[in-house]
């Protein structure tokens, strides 16, 4: 996961409920007619259903889109629910989501 974070322009994170069930095309669609954004930007988008356990990723490359796709186990990931909302991500925020942590730390150790 690390190399295709550092593959993309940016990170965004599409608050709100997403239907588990759209693949790529509705993905797709779902941020360029919703968001007004450009799915095929070299962006990460990340989406999460309502049950909060599993999340999914779309990625353009340079051939076409990657879907990613991951589930807990036990737990649930911390996922804002403002459906009108999209968030940029830094690469930390996203090590801290699929740590289990919310993106939104209340204070972090501020490096000199």
Avoid at 27 to 36: C, E, I, K, T
Avoid at 62 to 84: A, E, I, M, T, V
Wanted: aromatic fraction near 10%; proline fraction near 3%.
């Amino acid at each position: 996961m690390n190399r295709l974070v550092s593959e993309t322009d940016r990170i965004y994170l599409v608050a709100g409920y997403t239907d588990m069930r759209l693949g790529i095309d509705g993905l797709s669609s779902l941020v360029q007619y919703r968001f007004n954004m450009d799915s095929r930007s070299s962006c990460l988008f990340l989406f999460c259903g309502r049950r909060a356990d599993r999340i999914k990723g779309l990625l353009w490359q340079q051939d076409g889109f990657l879907l990613l796709y991951k589930r807990l186990d036990d737990g649930h990931f911390r996922w804002p629910r403002d459906k009108n909302e999209v968030r940029e991500l830094s690469p930390q925020q996203l090590r801290w989501l699929l740590e289990g942590l919310s993106p939104e730390q209340k204070a972090t150790v501020k490096r000199r």
